[in-house]
């Protein structure tokens, strides 16, 4: 992790408050850490996989734009820590996570589209993130997750709390979500 480029920090208004914010270069993915200004010893944290379609777009497809706004939202209330991992489509990429929507269209869900397209149901990795948090000096969090992989990603940073991010599912969005419970273990 010795090649990660680190930017400055720099202020972000947003419409659910006002954030620091802080690239990190990690080969040709930037990801970012946004978060309060004052981060307490074990502060809440939200990682983040991108999602262009839900976060940018708006797509109700998948909850992934609604779990950012809320995970803003409360993160603004309470303090802490978002860090935007630039792993687009469970880290299969932009233009693969296309392919499986179309995979998707013709009646496949969401992790065997993965399978056809040849890419593991979730191909993420977490090492940036731990490098992240350890840049910032966090040890132990609260983690906003319903992932487990992601609780089980960090290593030496001690979890003490595992918060739930509970989306009201949508007719888009409800065979997605049965998916991530049933085939990926996600508490929903």
Known sequence: ???IKISQI???????GTFKIQAFREGNKEHLALFTEDLSDEP???IHSECLTGDALGSVKCDCGEQLHFAQALI????????YHRQEGRNIGLLNKVNAYALQDGGLDTVAANHQLGFKADERTYEVVE??????GIKKLKLLTNNPKKIDSLGDIEIIERLPIQITPNPHNEGYLQVKK???GHFL
């Open 76 to 83: 603004a209330k309470e303090g802490g820590m978002i860090i």
């Open 1 to 3: 992790m010795n090649s």
């Open 44 to 46: 809440i944290v939200r």
């Open 10 to 16: 720099a202020t972000l208004p947003t419409k659910y």
């Open 182 to 184: 049933e085939q990926m």
């Open 131 to 136: 490098f992240i948090l350890k840049h910032f």
